[in-house]
């Protein structure tokens, strides 16, 4: 598990990821130079970006910009979704009008499918309902992989990548904002991989402070400005991400796991577990 900066394996020729899955088991806080477009089929999911939490349904559509620090949350009834990564290649000479840039509506509700519009783009139904369509057929060829489906693939995900820049509103990050977010990004990046090894040990607010450099107060402001939650719900929220995997892998009993993913006591692990996830941990692991 890598909570902080994802490093996504994309092939040199083919700067593009598909991921599809059904499981909505949630991942901490993290980011990675890629964009990325979520897109729900089935189920329903809260993604939070910055700030920011935003609940998906059937026909949702969620734009990550690159290096937005942005976090799943966990739905123990799953979630089928497809995500799509595109490195900053793919855009080659237009990647300067993405990269460096925030989406200034990141997300696009299926029910913009109601509005009116005019033209092909002409609003946000229009759009929606083309980028709808241009995944969908992504997804296609990517499941039946049929002779040819990787150029079928890219020239639907060049449709994609012509929408984005034409009609997706994008502002750019000012030169003091893009150093104010690196700092941000660097500092962060310790406390997080600060959490990722010592999640099993006792972790407070001071240890985590002294790990950025900042104070006690300010640290606190810092983390919450940068990942939308407070630093104890974040370190119980990781935790439970891996008392997840431990329940779903290892047969060691509740009460093990509880203990190897960090938490003090069986009651705080069964009340932040049911908090985060929604389930008990004994009722999680019967349903793996």
Partial sequence: MNPWHEKIALQQKNPLKIIVSTVEDGFPTHWHQEIEIVYVLHGEMQIGINQSLYSLSPGDLLFIGSCELHHYVPNPLGCNKIILQLGKSFFDAYSDLIFGHRFVSPFLSASSDSVAGNGIYGGKAHLHGFMERTILAI??????????????????????????????????????????RLEQLERLDKVLKYIEADYGNEITLQSAADVSGFSVTYFSRFFKEATGSNFVDYVNTYRTNVAMELLSEHEESVTEIAFRAGFGSIETFNRVFKKVTGSTPSAYRNKK
Avoid: C, F, T
């Fill in 139 to 180: 997804y296609e060829e990517w499941s039946e992989r049929k002779p040819g489906h990787e150029l079928v693939i890219k020239a639907r995900m060049n449709d994609l990548a012509a929408a984005i820049i034409r009609h997706l509103p994008m502002e750019a990050y000012s030169h003091q904002e893009k150093i104010k």
